[in-house]
């Protein structure tokens, strides 16, 4: 909007370089939620908007009570803003601003819904569950019926609208001149929507542990902003032997670019130890900012690779699920209890449990580590485990971390040279 008007007024050429509008877009959101942040973190505490059944204490020293979650709500409105200052605005850029709003209305709806209960449970008006650790938020029927239905409005506009969205399915590491199929509109419609409302739901889910989400989004947003610009330029992606598009997606670069600096400044916040969680507002709004942009650049199959960490944790809650519900099913629920799939779900929760040292061994049975030990590579011994509970989630969040970087240059590789 700004840099519209700043060419209008100044037409000098470099009011439309994508390059020099993502720095300015990186600093206005970096700035932004640095100078926001603290205040809304304190705010939060003093109001008690956590997940956690621990009430607040006012006390002069340092703050002992639960983190609070809802970061988000800092985190979403610098990117828009700084986007909406800075980037172009046309059939792309608003239809992903658009989702990325919903979705993290959406996500705002729940955390609030668990605020709610929390205050109520301490209250005494509400009961505790007796396996909850923390309050729950809307129910999963209604977040997905909502997700899907922002999702198909959104996917819908752009196949109806003249141009619409590039059918082709890219398959990595597959040539497009040798093979690039092109699903019809009945199979490709539901794909998209289900990549979109699955990526965001699996950020979702990765957002367990200080910093675990932020970093793989960051990644994510790297290989997506190089694509973008790649695939919106004639030169580049000639030379590159990549599909050219459109070259209005090349303001999916201002936004990825906004969407990492907004990561990096939250990361000031949010690494070990965290003192505030993104919560659902942040992961599921910029769950479906970075799945969407991969569906507008026509990269779908790649968010699996570069987005690895978030597919492990969907994928195993989705095992850890069905195996209890099975299992439950034909030996007894108390079987099922001590018999997980996984010690706990998500993945990164199971690694937990695999680095922490007890004398006298985990009361819950895994499957798949004692598949994993028989197989010869799933035996840890006690002197690579921890007692600290800090010492086991900082080696869970770097080895997270560590991945992510591993599957950004792999995903690149792929996309750019494996043709």
């Known amino acids: 909007m700004l840099a519209e008007l700043l060419y209008w007024l100044f037409p000098y050429q470099i009011f439309k370089s994508v390059f020099f509008r993502a720095g300015l877009a990186y600093l206005t959101a970096f700035l932004l939620v640095n100078f926001i942040m603290p205040k809304v973190i304190r705010a939060f505490r003093r109001h008690g908007l956590t997940a956690d059944f621990t009430p607040y204490e006012e006390s002069r020293g340092p703050y002992a009570g639960a983190t609070p979650i809802m970061g988000g709500v800092v985190l979403l409105p610098a990117v828009l803003f700084a986007f909406s200052l800075w980037g172009w605005f046309n059939r792309y850029s608003v239809v992903l601003m658009l989702v990325t709003l919903a979705f993290g209305a959406v996500g705002a709806l729940d955390d609030w819904a668990k605020v709610l209960q929390k205050r109520r449970i301490l209250a005494g008006v509400e009961e505790k569950k007796s396996y909850a650790d923390k309050a729950d938020g809307i129910s999963g ?8 239905l922002i999702t198909i409005g959104a996917v819908l506009f752009l196949v109806i609208e003249n141009g619409g969205l590039d059918t082709h399915l890219h398959i990595p590491g597959v040539p497009m001149k040798s093979w690039m199929p092109e699903l019809s509109q009945w199979f490709f419609i539901p794909f998209v929507v289900l990549v979109i ?6 950020v979702n889910l990765t957002d367990g542990l200080d910093s675990l989400a932020t970093v793989p989004v960051i990644t994510s947003a790297v290989f997506i902003g190089a694509a973008a610009y790649i695939t919106g330029d004639v030169e580049w992606s000639e030379r590159l032997k990549i599909l050219y598009l459109t070259e209005q997606l090349k303001e999916l670069v201002v936004f990825a670019i906004t969407l990492i600096a907004a990561c990096f400044a939250f990361l000031k916040f949010n690494s070990p130890p965290a003192s505030i969680y993104m919560g659902d507002v942040g992961s599921l709004g910029m769950g479906a900012a970075i799945s969407t942009m991969f569906v507008l650049v026509g990269a ?5 690779i570069v987005g690895g960490t978030f597919v492990l944790a969907a994928i195993s809650v989705i095992i850890q699920r069905v195996w209890f519900k099975v299992a439950a099913k034909k030996k007894g629920r108390d079987w099922a209890l001590k018999n ?47 007692l600290n509970r800090e010492q086991v989630n900082n080696k869970v969040i770097w080895n997270n971390h560590l991945r992510a970087v591993f599957l950004l240059v792999i995903a690149l590789m792929i996309f750019f040279k494996v043709r």
Do not use: C, M
């Not at 029927?141 to 899907?148: P, Q, S, T, V």
């Open 141 to 148: 029927g209604l977040r997905l019926g909502l997700e899907f």
């Open 197 to 202: 409302v699955g990526g965001a739901n699996a």
């Open 300 to 304: 779908e199959l790649y968010l699996p």
């Open 340 to 386: 997980r799939f996984f010690y706990r779900a998500p993945y990164h929760h199971h690694t937990q449990e695999l680095l922490t040292f007890r004398e006298e061994g985990p009361q819950v049975r895994s499957i798949w580590h004692d598949w994993a030990v028989k197989l010869g590579w799933g035996k840890l011994s006690d002197e690579d485990k921890y």
